[in-house]
């Protein structure tokens, strides 16, 4: 999958709103660990298998996207409408964010639109890859927004 335009072609678009909101950053960020450790338990007691997988899929992509909108709104950006999620994912990029890291959440992007949009149904593999991307992420997400 390609990746996401620069995060300055998405400052042009009307879906953006410039304002710091420290508040609703510091609900999602506290939102993205309490449902990062209930992940972890429903994991640890039923594990992952082919019934459950697009459920952790998404909600292993919300926890991710939860963190970066954290971000955007603790440097005064908000998007919303078209384009939205691809311009929150630009922003790993501009933070320096390797191009394998930024294609995968792009990817995973498009494949939960997939899953909600057109029944896609995913396997435990793509869910534990998934899992195993989240795990690898969250702590490089956390010290960003932590800073």
Do not use: W
């Not at 879906?15 to 993205?32: G, Q, T, V």
């Not at 992509?61 to 078209?82: H, T, V």
């Not at 922003?91 to 792009?106: I, Q, R, T």
Request: aromatic share 14%; hydrophobic share 35%; charged share 35%.
């Amino acid at each position: 999958m390609k990746l996401p335009k620069e995060f300055e072609y998405y400052l042009n678009k009307d879906s953006i709103r410039k304002s710091k909101d420290k508040p609703r950053a510091e609900f999602l960020l506290d939102e993205s660990e309490v449902s990062f450790e209930g992940l972890k338990e429903r994991i640890q007691i039923i594990g992952i298998n082919n019934k459950n997988a697009n459920s952790i899929i998404k909600d292993c992509y919300d926890i991710m996207m939860e963190m970066i909108r954290a971000k955007l709104l603790l440097e005064g950006y908000s998007f919303s409408g078209n384009y939205a999620h691809e311009a929150e994912i630009s922003y790993l990029k501009k933070l320096g964010f390797p191009d394998n890291e930024v294609s995968f959440l792009n990817e995973l992007r498009y494949f939960r639109n997939s899953m909600i949009y057109y029944g896609k149904i995913f396997d435990k593999e793509y869910a534990k890859k998934v899992l195993y991307f989240l795990n690898k992420i969250h702590p490089k997400l956390k010290k960003l927004v932590e800073k």
